[in-house]
């Protein structure tokens, strides 16, 4: 009797677990999207301001979501070696590991490539012109991740309940 009841108990929890992850990786998307756009921001100011150093730029840069996924560290721990940007570099190794939109990739690619080659003036349109963009995705994505986390979690729960009762 005690084996089917923590029997139930997992068979209805693993999918409850199973909709709140994809819950959160919802959230992590806009997160990260919002983490970029503050990035580009950041950058657009040590440039116009300070006319700070490529390689300086990040190094008092945070934000939770860019942390937890690696992509900060990779930023800041790069040495500036080719003729590529060091956001370029970063841009391409986490590629696969970002969880934003093709779309925001793209924008985020275009802008890497010119990063570091154009004039002052010039790259503070360029960041102005990328997170514009990138605002704009940002904007439909929150407005879809809410219902998006939602469903993954109702899905889960359910999924969980139908299971459970099959195995009454």
């Given at each position: 009797?005690?084996?089917?009841?923590?029997?139930?108990?997992?068979?209805?929890?693993?999918?409850?677990?199973?909709?709140?992850?994809?819950?959160?990786?919802?959230?992590?998307?806009?997160?990260q999207l919002?983490?970029?756009?503050?990035?580009?921001?950041?950058?657009?100011?040590?440039?116009?301001?300070?006319?700070?150093?490529?390689?300086?730029?990040?190094?008092?840069?945070?934000?939770?979501?860019?942390?937890?996924?690696?992509?900060?560290?990779c930023l800041?721990?790069?040495?500036?070696?080719?003729?590529?940007?060091?956001?370029?570099?970063?841009?391409?190794?986490?590629?696969?590991?970002?969880?934003?939109?093709?779309?925001?990739?793209?924008?985020?690619?275009?802008?890497?490539?010119?990063?570091?080659?154009?004039?002052?003036?010039?790259?503070?349109?360029?960041?102005?012109?990328?997170?514009?963009?990138?605002?704009?995705?940002?904007?439909?994505?929150?407005?879809?991740?809410?219902?998006?986390?939602?469903?993954?979690?109702?899905?889960?729960?359910?999924?969980?309940?139908?299971?459970?009762?099959?195995?009454i």
């Amino acid at each position: 009797m005690i084996t089917k009841a923590v029997g139930l108990c997992l068979v209805f929890i693993t999918p409850v677990i199973a909709g709140y992850y994809a819950s959160n990786q919802v959230r992590a998307e806009c997160a990260q999207l919002y983490g970029l756009i503050k990035l580009i921001k950041h950058a657009k100011r040590k440039i116009s301001g300070f006319m700070t150093r490529q390689e300086e730029i990040f190094d008092d840069f945070d934000d939770v979501a860019l942390e937890r996924c690696g992509f900060l560290d990779c930023l800041r721990n790069q040495k500036l070696i080719s003729e590529d940007s060091l956001l370029r570099t970063a841009v391409v190794s986490f590629e696969n590991r970002l969880s934003v939109s093709p779309a925001a990739k793209s924008a985020l690619f275009e802008f890497s490539e010119s990063f570091g080659k154009l004039s002052a003036e010039e790259q503070s349109e360029s960041c102005d012109s990328c997170a514009a963009a990138l605002n704009e995705l940002y904007d439909e994505s929150r407005s879809r991740a809410d219902i998006r986390a939602k469903l993954c979690r109702t899905i889960g729960f359910s999924a969980g309940a139908v299971a459970a009762i099959m195995l009454i």
